[in-house]
Structure formats: structure tokens, C-alpha cells
């Protein structure tokens, strides 16, 4: 069994344990004695933060016990005489109100809204991890296979897609690659941004189509996307 379901979920009620000696208590009769018990329990249990309902009392308990229990102390007996029927005694200091039990579900809903706040941020740090790991494969390990097409495939399957990021720039593979291809990489990288930009491309991993954009890169400076960039039309024909 959990420990949830171990949870004792049964409503209590509190007692000073010297109460039974109490001046005002040590005299009632058995029935007052035990109706004073009794209206705790039954207030605890209807949330009536130590109402009593005349006619409850009425019924339940008898005119006797009503007069020795409003009597038993000129100051303070244990049920005072209200609107509509009695209150017991400063239960509010000694028993669990209605609000003590809102205040506590509020405290357990926001308490739970954290918590959740706290496993989404989790969450997006794992992906973020995942996705950076996956980059890092896919520009070691499959990088000669690689392609934009490729990589708008992963888009039509339902794979986060996203504008370039304005803090995009190459990456160290991406200079060593360029370096290799004779490629200004800094030209590349401002015609790719051009072109992405103007176009309104979005893309699942700007690294990886920009791997492909310095593929079909020719090794001379451009200013333009050349005709077989993965940009241009005559790319996918």
C-alpha cells in the first residue's frame, strides 16, 4: 500500500486533556458532559465552526442540557446563545475552522501549481539537453547525409520547428568545414541569414541546414544565394 493510501484522512477533534477538571466542566451533569463532547464532534464534522442549529440542539440534547451548558460560567459558558441558536466556546482557538481547511487547499494548490511549474521547467531542460545532444550527432556522425530536405521531413512529422534565433551564428564545425571548402564563412553565414529571413524560413535545427547551405556552397565569397543553394527553388528539383 502507498503512502497515500496509508494517509489517515479522518477528521479529528482537540481536547485540552485537563479539561474534565476545568471548574466550569467538573459539574456539568453526564448528559451536558457528554453533549458538550458530542456538539464539538457533530460542529467538526458539518464545518459549522461551532454553530449549533437550535433545533438540532433542540432535538439531539433537551432544554436541560441547553441550560447547563449556557449557564456553567457567567463569563464564559460552554455554549453562548447567538441568533438562531448557540456557539460553542472559543472553537475557533481549539478546533480546525472552514477557513483553516480553505487556507490549507489554497496552500495545496499552489503549492502543487509550483510543483508542476518546476516539472514543465525540468522538462524543457531535458529536451533542451536532448536536442543539443542530437545536434552534436548530427553534424559529427551524419553530417555528409544530411540534408535540408531532410530536415523539412522532420517538420511535416510534427517536429518543433522554429524562425532562426537572432543569437544564431556557425559553429566550430562549421568554420573547420568552410575553412576546408576554401568558403568565407562569414559571407556564408550573412547570405544564409539573409535568405532565411527574407523568406520566412523556420526550420528544426539551423545548424544542420546550414551544413547543407555550405555542401552546396561554391569555394568563393558569395553575395547571393547561388542558384543550388538549399534555399533556392531549383534546389528541390
Known amino acids: 500500500m502507498t503512502e497515500a493510501a496509508k494517509k489517515d484522512r479522518r477528521l479529528y477533534a482537540k481536547f485540552d486533556i485537563g479539561m474534565d477538571e476545568h471548574a466550569k466542566i467538573m459539574f456539568l451533569s453526564d448528559a451536558a458532559f457528554r453533549a458538550l463532547f458530542e456538539s464539538t464532534l457533530y460542529s467538526r464534522r458539518q464545518l459549522t465552526d461551532g454553530f449549533l442549529d437550535g433545533r438540532i440542539v433542540a432535538r439531539k440534547w433537551g432544554a436541560e442540557v441547553v441550560a447547563e451548558l449556557t449557564s456553567n460560567d457567567p463569563d464564559k459558558p460552554s455554549w453562548r446563545v447567538v441568533e438562531g441558536g448557540y456557539q460553542i466556546h472559543d472553537f475557533a482557538e481549539h478546533q480546525t475552522t472552514t477557513k483553516d481547511i480553505e ?5 495545496g494548490r499552489k503549492g502543487g501549481l509550483a510543483k508542476a511549474s518546476n516539472k514543465l521547467a525540468l522538462a524543457k531542460q531535458v529536451v533542451d539537453e536532448c536536442s543539443s545532444t542530437s545536434l552534436a550527432k548530427t553534424e559529427t556522425e551524419t553530417e555528409t ?11 511535416e512529422d510534427g517536429t518543433r520547428e522554429r524562425p532562426m534565433p537572432k543569437s544564431w551564428a556557425p559553429t566550430a564545425s562549421h568554420i573547420e568545414r568552410a575553412k576546408q571548402q576554401g568558403i ?6 550573412e547570405d544564409f541569414k ?6 520566412g524560413r523556420k526550420c528544426v535545427s539551423w545548424n544542420a541546414a546550414f551544413t547543407t547551405w555550405l ?5 568563393a565569397t558569395q553575395t547571393k544565394p547561388a542558384a543550388n543553394s538549399p534555399w533556392s ?5
Open 103 to 107: 487556507d490549507k487547499r489554497e496552500a
Open 145 to 155: 547525409e544530411t540534408s535540408l530536405f531532410a530536415v523539412l521531413a522532420e517538420e
Open 184 to 189: 568565407d564563412v562569414i559571407s556564408a553565414a
Open 194 to 199: 539573409l535568405h532565411a529571413e527574407t523568406h
Open 215 to 219: 555542401k552546396k556552397a561554391k569555394p
Open 233 to 237: 527553388k531549383d534546389f528541390y528539383k
